[in-house]
């Protein structure tokens, strides 16, 4: 999903920074589960993600995977060591959306987007989803951000509806974040 935003971002026009949170090892840990292992697998060679990414962009889509409806642990801790940023003014009158997967429908997509939008009013930040603003809406159906049902086995590839509401939330994004620049 990440990748496709980028994409999509760029041929909009945005230069784009696409990178990975690092993954927070809780010391309770076993064994990495298979979603651990095919998120791990799919940020090989993402650079990690750091507070002057935040600072630098005019633009941030931040994506996690749904954790009991909420963001995962290692986002919400990235988010929280924002904080002398977010002091000095740096997170505000930027453009933010979010995007999201789980193994079920109805899992807890559009609980994980709004949770991730509360910080997001903390920073005075400015939330760009999607919303009905196009006809594909209707057909992914989650106007929060975008999100996509993994399966069980995490195997669910991206089907049609997600990569169009991939391709128009980065476009939305990039031409509001354009438009608060005065471009």
Same mark, same amino acid.
């Given at each position: 999903?990440?990748?496709?935003?980028?994409?999509?971002?760029?041929?909009?026009?945005?230069?784009?920074?696409?990178?990975?949170?690092?993954?927070?090892?809780?010391?309770?840990?076993? @064994?990495?589960?298979?979603?651990?292992?095919?998120?791990?697998?799919? &940020?090989?060679? =993402?650079? %990690?993600?750091? $507070? *002057?990414? /935040?600072?630098?962009?005019?633009?941030?889509?931040f994506g996690s995977p749904t954790r009991y409806g909420n963001? @995962?642990?290692?986002?919400?801790?990235?988010?929280?060591?924002?904080? &002398?940023?977010? =002091?000095? %003014?740096?997170? $505000? *009158?930027? /453009?933010?959306?979010?995007?999201?997967?789980?193994?079920t429908a109805h899992g807890g997509q559009e609980t994980t987007?709004t949770a991730l939008y509360n910080t997001i009013y903390h920073?005075?930040?400015?939330?760009?989803?999607?919303?009905?603003? *196009?006809?594909?809406?209707?057909?992914?159906?989650?106007?929060?951000?975008?999100?996509?049902?993994?399966?069980?086995?995490?195997?669910?590839?991206?089907?049609?509806?997600?990569?169009?509401?991939?391709?128009?939330?980065?476009?939305?994004?990039?031409?509001?974040?354009?438009?608060?620049?005065?471009?």
């Open positions: 999903m990440a990748e496709r935003l980028a994409a999509a971002g760029e041929k909009a026009g945005a230069e784009v920074r696409l990178r990975q949170v690092e993954r927070q090892s809780t010391g309770g840990e076993k @064994a990495a589960t298979d979603a651990q292992a095919a998120e791990a697998e799919a &940020a090989k060679g =993402a650079p %990690g993600a750091t $507070a *002057d990414d /935040v600072v630098w962009a005019d633009a941030v889509l963001v @995962a642990g290692q986002l919400k801790i990235f988010i929280d060591s924002l904080g &002398a940023q977010w =002091a000095q %003014g740096l997170l $505000a *009158d930027k /453009v933010y959306a979010g995007f999201t997967t789980s193994q987007l920073f005075g930040g400015i939330i760009v989803p999607p919303g009905y603003t *196009d006809g594909l809406k209707f057909v992914d159906g989650n106007p929060y951000g975008v999100s996509h049902v993994t399966g069980g086995g995490n195997d669910i590839p991206l089907g049609e509806a997600e990569l169009n509401a991939l391709d128009h939330m980065a476009t939305r994004v990039v031409t509001i974040a354009g438009r608060l620049k005065g471009e």
